[in-house]
């Protein structure tokens, strides 16, 4: 019984996730089917298919495999249903293979591509958790074999063994009896690392010698042998007799060997890894890109619509008209965020002195007309200097501060405060904070996520994309950002950068 409730209790948080990301799916299909529902009615016949390719890589970025394939099946059947004649059926003809074969191409390319993401993304962690195993294993042998009996023998200046002990034996195979009195370099068929009369006179000199040697046993298979020799010379100083000590390091090269592989296919992943996150960035900027132009007609004819026949319409007709526009003019928005955000992961990062204070100055400066006439107390603290892009930066500043100045709305007077935390020795760490809106923190995993939203549009507007960016530009700076909050309460945005 105790298994079956501790079972329960595990899988049951992955229902309302499970249902959230299926519902992107409906969401995102349902908007594209009313949007162009909508456009439909003034003469544009032309958009419903953009919309769901765009609905359906909303989908498969934000939601993953299984919701995209949904949002493809809801966009084929809404697109046969109410923009393929026969209108308001499911019947289909051959003329409308086409664009069902470019609704699903476009859908299942883009599916494929995020799946591959997130699967050299799992390959690259276990691999990662592979090597990790492979070294403390290595580790382990290491000190273990520290812990058997070492091969030892003695050879004296003419290089005859006059002593072979048991772990010689163990190790070699020949027997005492065997050994002493060869020659211990013919006898173990010694491959060295440099020429003898060098390692001889190195040891002359230093009375050691270290190195690795290849060394043949009796059944006649070779071993690799970390070396330790030492010298005894006699009353007069001349060599006397050697103390050659040797462990069989033959798994730890051949695990040398193996993590070597592993780090080649590692950095094979990563690229791949890389390669792939490229690719899906170039596809999102050119399906948001091309996206532009048709929304620009159906805003600027919708707008002209508006002016030349606003007053014929009645009151139904004019709502509709407005909505029109406002949802025109946030879907423009989107794509210009989305379009802004690819652009930061495909722009080089210019490295420079950045100096914050002045940053901030010029931030608040900007923002002068947002807060016109709007009692707003702003503490500035000093800020050091850090390391960084300065435009980059900039519009972390930006967006942090216009966010404090958007949910302090509704409150008077306003408290905005902008200053520097404690941190490592290496990191500048600024915060950004209010006194506004809040947020509850059982959500705060969301705040960084694109198109998240913790408010309604309606309240406090935004695309739901400016967090995701200062997310992405700091973790290019290899810094950190967090946020804390209270609902009602206001909210703290910290983020961190290299120290210049």
């Not at 709007?374 to 967006?399: A, H, T």
């Not at 500048?428 to 923190?441: I, L, P, S, T």
């Amino acid at each position: 019984m105790q298994a079956t409730v501790g079972s329960s209790k595990a899988t049951s948080p992955r229902w309302p996730r499970a249902i959230a990301r299926y519902g992107v799916a409906a969401v995102s299909v349902a908007v594209a089917t009313v949007l162009a529902l909508l456009v439909r009615r003034f003469g544009f016949n032309d958009v419903a298919l953009p919309l769901f390719l765009f609905a359906v890589g909303v989908t498969a970025w934000d939601a993953g495999p299984g919701p995209a394939v949904l949002s493809i099946t809801l966009s084929a059947l809404s697109f046969d249903f109410f923009f393929l004649p026969p209108f308001y059926s499911l019947d289909f003809s051959l003329a409308d293979l086409p664009a069902v074969v470019l609704l699903l191409a476009f859908g299942f390319l883009i599916t494929r591509f995020n799946t591959v993401r997130r699967r050299v993304e799992q390959q690259l962690l276990q691999a990662r958790d592979e090597l990790q195993a492979e070294v403390i294993e290595r580790t382990q042998q290491a000190s273990l074999l520290d812990l058997t009996h070492d091969s030892i023998f003695v050879r004296d200046s003419n290089d005859r063994i006059t002593y072979w002990n048991r772990g010689a034996q163990e190790l070699y195979g020949w027997t005492r009896e065997q050994a002493i009195g060869q020659r211990s370099h013919d006898l173990l068929q010694t491959a060295f690392p440099a020429p003898l009369n060098d390692i001889e006179a190195e040891l002359v000199r230093t009375g050691r010698w270290e190195g690795e040697l290849r060394h043949t046993k009796a059944d006649g298979n070779t071993v690799m042998v970390a070396s330790r020799w030492s010298l005894r010379c006699d009353e007069n100083g001349n060599p006397a007799a050697t103390l050659e000590t040797n462990n069989d390091i033959s798994n730890q090269k051949r695990r040398e060997e193996e993590i070597q592989s592993l780090n080649a296919q590692l950095a094979g992943w990563s690229a791949e890894l890389q390669a792939a996150n490229r690719e899906l960035e170039a596809f999102a900027y050119s399906v948001s890109h091309d996206l532009r132009a048709p929304l620009r007609h159906v805003a600027g004819f919708a707008e002209l619509l508006q002016k030349s026949g606003f007053s014929a319409l009645n009151e139904k007709g004019r709502r509709y008209m407005t909505m029109i526009l406002e949802s025109a003019n946030r879907m423009g928005e989107l794509i210009d965020d989305l379009l802004a955000f690819s652009r930061i992961g495909r722009a080089e990062t210019q490295m420079t002195s950045v100096n914050l204070d002045q940053l901030v100055k010029e931030v608040l400066g900007e923002a002068r007309l947002e807060t016109e006439g709007r009692d707003i107390s702003w503490q500035i603290d000093p800020l050091p200097s850090c390391r960084g892009d300065r435009s980059m930066l900039k519009l972390v500043l930006v967006n942090l501060v216009s966010n404090a100045i958007k949910f302090t709305r509704q409150r008077t007077p306003a408290t905005i405060e902008i200053g520097r935390a404690e941190g490592d020795k290496d990191e500048v760490v600024v915060f950004v904070r209010d006194n506004g809106a809040g947020f509850d923190m059982k959500y705060v995993h969301k705040l960084f996520g694109v198109f998240q939203r913790l408010h309604q549009s309606d309240v406090f507007e935004g695309t739901g994309i400016g967090l995701a960016t200062v997310q992405r530009i700091i973790h290019r700076h290899g810094g950190k950002v967090r946020a804390e909050g209270v609902v009602d309460q206001g909210a703290t945005f910290y983020f961190s950068v290299p120290k210049s």
